[in-house]
């Protein structure tokens, strides 16, 4: 994804992705239990990843790390991604992916709140992004 001209590491991604989740599970509905676990279990493997990695980079004296990351967050605060709806929905997908579930296409935007003639746009969204959709449903021609 690009932000003002320019290409978003994929740390400054990462960090923007685990904000944006963050903020959506303190502001989620606590009925919609299914989406809110599984939001909860991405934000904590994405922190447990950084802590990782920030560990690392104190054991091997790597403060190059270190920099990249104050850089990631220095440029979020100046910069928005260009298209946070892509981010949005590469936010589902990597959780999806963490608990190997599908989403239907209607689930999907229906919890986008997308209007129904902006699916077109959406379906080649998910076609691009590789979105894990359950096959959806076929019609036999009966004659």
Same mark, same amino acid.
């Given at each position: ?19 944006h989740t963050a903020r959506e ?25 950084? %802590?990782?990695? %920030? ?11 270190? %920099? ?33 579930e599908q989403w239907t296409f ?32 076929? %019609?036999?021609?009966?004659?």
């Open positions: 994804m690009a932000a003002n001209g320019r290409e978003v590491s994929p740390l400054e991604n990462k960090l923007d992705i685990l904000r599970v303190k502001s989620m509905n606590p009925n919609d239990k299914n989406y809110l676990e599984s939001a909860k279990r991405f934000v904590n493997q994405v922190e447990g990843e950084l %802590f990782e990695d %920030f560990i690392k980079s104190i054991h091997n004296l790597d403060s190059k790390w270190l %920099f990249e990351v104050a850089q990631a967050v220095e440029n979020l605060k100046k910069n928005h991604l260009a298209d946070p709806q892509r981010a949005h929905i590469l936010t589902i997908k990597r959780m999806l992916d963490l608990d190997n209607r689930e999907l935007a229906d919890f986008l709140v997308w209007r129904y003639e902006d699916y077109p746009r959406l379906r080649r969204v998910c076609r691009e992004l590789k979105f894990p959709l359950k096959p959806s449903r076929t %019609f036999k021609n009966q004659k």
